[in-house]
C-alpha cells in the first residue's frame, strides 16, 4: 500500500478563495483523520470520521471549513473562503480500529 | 496549563548518549502515542500504549498511568534520531488526540 495519500504538497491562494484538500486513506483503514499544524498551536484535530461518517468535527475552526467523506478511499477538506490565519500544514492520518494511526505527507498552505 | 506537557522543549545530545524525553498530562486517556516528525515535516508513529512498556530498536517508551507520566527514551542515539518528538494522548477514538507541544531533538555527531 502506498500509505495515506494526500494532495495537493503545496497550495498557495489569495485571500478570499476557495481551497480544497484531498485526503486518500490506507484501503481497508476505516478512521480518518483531518489535522491542523502551526507554530501557535501546534497539531490540532479538526474532524474525524469513522466509516465515511463525521463523528467529532468540534475541532472545526468555524463555518468557513467543512469535511467531506463520500466513500472509504477520499475525503475533503474545504475551506471557503480562505483567510491568511488558515496558513499551515494540514495533515490527514488513517487507522484501522484501535491500531496506530498514519499520516499523510501533509499539505502546505500558504493564504496570502 | 495545557493537557499534555513535555519536557524538554529542545534537547541537545553528543552521538551515543541516552535520551530520555518526558511527557505528563492531566486527563484521563484511553491510550498514549508517540510520534516523530522529521525535518522534512512528515509524521510517523512510533508507540502507542496504555500500560507498561513497549520497545522498537533503540526505543523504548513507557508510560505509568497512576502517575499520568509518559518517557521516551532512545539508547545510543543518532544522528539520524534528529527531529522532533510529540507526545499525544488520545479520549475515546484513539486518532481523538490533545497533543503536546514537541521535544525538538538534535544529535551531533
Known amino acids: 500500500d502506498a500509505g495515506v495519500i494526500q494532495s495537493p504538497r503545496h497550495e498557495v491562494t489569495e485571500m478570499g478563495q476557495e481551497v480544497t484538500l484531498r485526503c486518500k486513506p490506507i484501503s481497508g483503514h476505516d478512521y480518518l483523520f483531518w489535522y491542523r499544524q502551526t507554530m501557535m498551536r501546534g497539531l490540532e484535530l479538526l474532524i474525524y470520521?469513522?466509516?465515511?461518517?463525521?463523528?467529532?468535527d468540534s475541532g472545526m475552526p468555524e463555518d468557513r471549513f467543512s469535511a467531506k467523506m463520500p466513500n472509504a478511499s477520499f475525503s475533503t477538506l474545504k475551506i471557503q473562503p480562505s483567510e491568511p490565519r488558515d496558513s499551515a500544514v494540514y495533515f490527514c492520518?488513517?487507522?484501522?480500529?484501535?491500531?496506530?494511526?498514519?499520516f499523510g505527507s501533509g499539505t502546505q498552505l500558504s493564504v496570502l | 496549563k495545557n493537557e499534555v506537557e513535555q519536557s524538554p522543549q529542545n534537547l541537545t545530545a553528543q552521538e551515543g548518549e541516552f535520551i530520555t524525553i518526558n511527557c505528563s498530562y492531566s486527563?484521563?486517556?484511553?491510550?498514549l502515542h508517540w510520534l516523530q516528525q522529521h525535518p522534512g515535516g512528515g509524521i510517523v508513529s512510533l508507540f502507542m500504549l496504555s500500560s507498561g512498556k513497549k520497545k522498537h530498536g533503540r526505543l523504548i517508551a513507557t508510560i505509568n498511568i497512576q502517575e499520568k507520566h509518559s518517557s521516551l527514551h532512545i539508547t545510543a542515539s543518532h544522528p539520524r534520531d534528529s527531529a522532533v518528538y510529540i507526545c499525544?494522548?488520545?479520549?475515546?477514538?484513539?486518532?481523538?488526540?490533545?497533543f503536546g507541544k514537541g521535544t525538538k531533538l538534535s544529535v551531533k555527531p
Open positions: 486527563v484521563g486517556i484511553s491510550a
Open positions: 470520521f469513522n466509516n465515511n461518517v463525521p463523528i467529532d
Open positions: 499525544a494522548v488520545s479520549r475515546g477514538s484513539q486518532g481523538n488526540l490533545i
Open positions: 492520518a488513517s487507522s484501522f480500529g484501535t491500531e496506530k494511526l498514519f
